[in-house]
């Protein structure tokens, strides 16, 4: 699967377009849908998957087919197949209570909009996040390989061994 890291708008959120076998899923679509264009090109848009509705991961949404629109509400935690691509989505709230990841096991990468930042995590105390959903959905996500990637919706990715090495929301635990 080829990654492409499309950084939009004014918070600099990214935006990530998978592409496979001349297809795309196109991750938190957040701003700037030409410059998302340009990088889909002529290749066939297959999904389009939300990880939570903050309007820095939504504002170029309006621009897609709703048909290909997935998220919270409309796809269950478990396997799932778009296209060519597998993936597992997984609960992830605390920074709202509608977040998801997305997990690609074939290719070890989650894509986890602002669940799991280098070295920190995203902000519980907007609208409907809770802190120790978060904590929960850390001790949730620590289950997973190692190696695996993290793609944040901001920000340099990460690997969940690093988070869980030098993160202080990954040593704390469930305790707080």
């Known amino acids: 699967m080829k990654i492409t890291k499309v950084v939009v708008g004014l918070l600099e959120e990214n935006c990530y377009v ?17 410059r998302i264009k340009k990088v889909i090109g002529h ?8 990880t939570h509705n903050h309007f820095d991961h939504v504002g170029a949404l309006e621009e897609f087919d709703p ?6 509400d409309n796809l269950e935690e478990g396997e799932h197949t778009i296209g060519p691509f597998n ?7 605390g920074h709202t209570k509608d977040s998801v990841s997305y997990y690609f096991k074939e290719d070890n990468i989650l894509f986890d909009g602002d669940f799991v930042f280098c070295l920190g995590i995203g902000r ?8 120790k959903e978060m904590m929960r959905s850390i001790e949730k996500i620590k289950k997973y390989p190692k190696d695996m990637t993290i793609c944040p919706g901001h920000g ?10 030098r993160s202080l ?5 469930n305790n707080e």
């Not at 048909?67 to 919270?72: A, D, I």
């Not at 993936?87 to 709230?93: G, Q, S």
């Not at 907007?126 to 802190?131: A, E, N, Q, T, V």
């Not at 990715?157 to 869980?164: P, Q, V």
Request: proline share 3%.
């Open 18 to 34: 998978l592409e496979k076998d001349k297809q795309v899923i196109v991750v938190d679509p957040g701003d700037e849908y030409e």
């Open 43 to 50: 290749k066939k848009v297959v999904g389009v998957l939300i």
């Open 67 to 72: 048909s290909l629109v997935y998220k919270y």
């Open 87 to 93: 993936f597992e989505v997984i609960y992830t709230p």
């Open 124 to 131: 519980c105390d907007l609208d409907d996040g809770d802190y």
């Open 156 to 165: 340099n990715h990460t690997t969940l061994e690093y988070e869980m090495e």
């Open 169 to 173: 929301y990954f040593k704390r635990g």
